[in-house]
């Protein structure tokens, strides 16, 4: 059974959890709230069947759908941070270091379209829930540091050009992974969907990697 204890494992991941929530905009019920709205008795294919739970479970490990929501959330952004601990950048020169966390961003966030909904429905409601998890602000500053510690190496081995923010370049790297899920209906349906099949994803996944390096490089060092 997934749920064994009241303060959730992280081995209970986020997949698992969100079977329980159903916090997808295509089953939701309400003014795209994923958080109030979503109906905890509701039937979807696998769900409550899939993970041996009961909605009275549910209450009582999480206590409400915002206890559970919470849980999902923070589930998600361990996973995020997890998958980016295990690149194991640190014994990694600082360039490669830098294309493979922008590498590794590009593909997380394409196989894990559940992850960005989560994002978009706390952007809806103003990062509520986000503000309130003191874990998810941890995963995050520690994120930081370590792409902090990239800039760092690289500057000094003067493949990275002085003064780069790790924040800035952070948000870069996240503008492009993220649209390129976030979007994805909206731009397939105006100019079709070529760039999303694996040839163009691996291109757009290929200029992401050089957009964010051609940024971080050194004018000494770069190659047009």
Same mark, same amino acid.
């Given at each position: 059974? =997934?749920?064994?204890?009241?303060?959730?494992?992280?081995?209970?991941?986020?997949?698992?959890?969100?079977?329980?929530?159903?916090?997808?905009?295509?089953?939701?019920?309400?003014?795209?709230?994923?958080?109030?709205?979503?109906?905890?008795?509701?039937?979807?294919?696998?769900?409550? @069947?899939?993970?041996?739970?009961?909605?009275?479970?549910? =209450? =009582?490990?999480?206590?409400?759908?915002?206890?559970?929501? *919470?849980?999902?959330?923070?589930?998600?952004?361990?996973?995020?941070?997890?998958?980016?601990?295990s690149l194991d950048l640190d014994h990694?020169?600082?360039?490669?270091?830098?294309?493979?966390?922008?590498?590794? *961003?590009?593909?997380?966030?394409?196989?894990?379209?559940?992850?960005?909904?989560?994002?978009?429905?706390?952007?809806?409601?103003?990062?509520?829930?986000?503000?309130?998890?003191?874990?998810?602000?941890?995963?995050?500053? @520690?994120?930081?540091?370590?792409?902090?510690?990239?800039?760092?190496?690289?500057?000094?081995?003067?493949?990275?050009?002085?003064?780069?923010?790790?924040? %800035?370049?952070?948000?870069?790297?996240? %503008? @492009?992974?993220?649209?390129?899920?976030?979007?994805?209906?909206?731009? *397939? %349906?105006?100019?079709?969907?070529?760039?999303?099949?694996?040839?163009?994803?691996?291109?757009?996944?290929?200029?992401?990697?050089?957009?964010?390096? %051609?940024?971080?490089?050194?004018?000494?060092?770069?190659?047009?």
């Open positions: 059974m =997934y749920l064994a204890v009241q303060s959730v494992n992280w081995n209970c991941t986020y997949k698992n959890i969100s079977l329980l929530l159903w916090f997808s905009p295509r089953r939701l019920h309400g003014k795209n709230d994923g958080r109030r709205q979503a109906r905890l008795d509701a039937k979807p294919r696998g769900g409550k @069947a899939r993970t041996r739970t009961s909605k009275r479970m549910i =209450y =009582y490990y999480f206590g409400d759908k915002m206890g559970l929501y *919470t849980q999902a959330l923070e589930a998600a952004y361990h996973k995020v941070r997890e998958g980016e601990a990694l020169p600082p360039l490669e270091a830098l294309e493979k966390l922008v590498s590794f *961003t590009f593909d997380h966030h394409r196989r894990n379209p559940d992850f960005i909904r989560m994002v978009m429905i706390e952007n809806i409601h103003q990062a509520e829930a986000l503000i309130a998890s003191d874990k998810i602000r941890d995963l995050n500053i @520690a994120a930081i540091e370590k792409l902090r510690e990239i800039c760092v190496r690289g500057e000094k081995e003067g493949v990275f050009r002085s003064g780069l923010d790790p924040v %800035a370049l952070h948000w870069q790297i996240s %503008a @492009a992974s993220f649209f390129n899920v976030s979007n994805q209906p909206t731009f *397939t %349906a105006l100019f079709g969907g070529t760039l999303f099949g694996e040839a163009g994803q691996q291109y757009l996944r290929s200029q992401t990697v050089k957009a964010i390096v %051609a940024i971080a490089r050194s004018q000494a060092t770069f190659e047009p």
